[in-house]
């Protein structure tokens, strides 16, 4: 089991907004930025958010994401069929000293 | 261009050892703290180990800890990881990552694949 609760899956039609879930605990997601990544099959991860809910340049305002108390959730939006992929949320943990990550959330585009 | 290259996977009996590289370049290596980042087959992503620009400051995932050690030599712009005393659940593609800050790793290597079998 993952410190970081993400659902397994979730699903989308083309142009729909869809959220992904991650929940963890006051050492983690608690005390610490929250940060997400994309993994598109067969590739390695890809910077998605940083600090809660900062875009690197580049990552489209389609996706968007907050954070509150021991919870944090990822939105796509306007979603598109490149946009399947795995996504994970990460956070340093301060009881663990290690950053901590999701189980991954597998995201269909219908 | 930043770029992150691994090399060192292969097939290793369970017991054995093997060693990672990840060859840096692009960008000036002694200025960032880097990570180990792996993932079994199907499963998702679990960060293996940390260490600072200088070397100084390490952390270790607690599966791994007293087997791996991670180390760095910015002359050669390298990034290790050895591996001893390796299992089965060891199997998985290793990734090296640049940070940023703490979990914010910006950059990826394209990984390397480390198989445990007899």
């Known amino acids: 089991q993952s410190v970081l609760t993400q659902p397994p899956s979730a699903s989308g039609t083309p142009g729909q907004r869809v959220t992904i879930s991650c929940s963890g605990s006051s050492s983690n997601i608690g005390s610490n930025s929250v940060y997400w990544y994309q993994q598109l099959p067969g590739t390695a991860p890809k910077l998605l958010i940083y600090r809660n809910s900062q875009r690197p340049s580049g990552v489209p305002d389609r996706f968007s994401a907050s954070k509150s108390g021991t919870s944090a959730s990822l939105a796509i939006s306007g979603l598109r069929s490149e946009d399947e992929a795995d996504y994970y949320c990460a956070a340093w943990d301060d009881s663990l000293s290690a950053v901590v990550f999701g189980g991954g959330t597998k995201l269909t585009v219908l | 261009e930043v770029q992150l290259v691994e090399s060192g996977g292969g097939l290793v009996q369970p017991g054995g050892s093997l060693r990672l590289s990840c060859a840096a370049s692009g960008f000036t290596l002694s200025s960032y703290s880097m990570n180990w980042v792996r993932q079994a087959p199907g499963k998702g992503l679990e960060w293996v180990s940390y260490i600072s620009n200088s070397g100084s400051i390490i952390y270790t995932a607690d599966s791994v800890k007293g087997r791996f050690t991670i180390s760095r030599d910015n002359a050669k712009n390298s990034l290790y990881l050895q591996m001893n005393s390796l299992r089965d659940e060891d199997t998985a593609v290793y990734y090296c990552?640049?940070?940023?800050?703490?979990?914010?790793?910006?950059?990826w290597g394209q990984g390397t694949l480390v198989t445990v079998s007899s």
């Open positions: 990552a640049r940070e940023m800050t703490t979990t914010w790793f910006d950059y």
